[in-house]
């Protein structure tokens, strides 16, 4: 289910010095959040990918105020942030690129024909079918669309419709969510 959210009162930054691990930060429902397919955290600032209104949000974190939107190629799906950009994908299997400010600065034909599930490891994207099911190859592609690495997973028996790459973990790893189940 999609824009199942609901607002609580302003937090206070200082608040969450103190707060434990896995604390809730704050739940908001404006911006509508209805037909987020993407989101990623910037600084300070939130960006989420709404795919009914092809756009790119920025959104205070703490207050939950939409700050901007911009308009962005259609049907987008999967949001990664490479340090610089904003890499945002599509059902057509295009990345694109854009800066904070929500300007295109380029893009690329990826090998995920469809919507991708999408991450950048500090180096290199790594992508793969969203809706494919538990067979799909992860890709790891560079900024041109070509392919450095394939790997294959047999640890699960579902989609993985978004992921995210956590460096901190020893050799790295992807954490993978779909509709039902986290990875």
């Not at 607002?7 to 969450?16: A, G, K, S, V």
């Not at 397919?37 to 600032?45: A, R």
């Not at 690329?108 to 999408?118: N, R």
Request: aromatic share 16%.
């Amino acid at each position: 289910r999609t824009g199942d959210i609901r607002q609580l009162p302003h937090r206070n930054p200082e608040e969450d010095i103190n707060r434990d691990s896995g604390d809730i930060i704050g739940e908001y429902f404006t911006p509508n959040p209805n037909g987020a397919t993407g989101m990623v955290w910037v600084g300070e600032e939130l960006y989420v990918v709404s795919y009914d209104y092809n756009e790119l949000r920025r959104v205070n974190l703490y207050s939950g105020q939409l700050l901007a939107s911009y308009p962005i190629h259609e049907c987008p799906y999967g949001l990664t942030w490479d340090g610089e950009y904003l890499w945002i994908g599509s059902c057509y299997g295009d990345v694109y690129g854009y800066d904070t400010d929500g300007n295109q600065i380029g893009s690329f034909t990826s090998p995920v024909w469809d919507y991708p599930a999408l991450t950048w490891d500090g180096e290199y994207f790594l992508m793969r079918y969203a809706f494919l099911g538990p067979d799909a190859e992860i890709y790891r592609v560079d900024v041109n669309g070509s392919i450095i690495d394939t790997y294959t997973t047999s640890d699960y028996s579902h989609d993985m419709t978004q992921m995210v790459y956590v460096p901190g973990h020893p050799d790295g790893e992807i954490w993978g969510i779909n509709s039902w189940i986290e990875y």
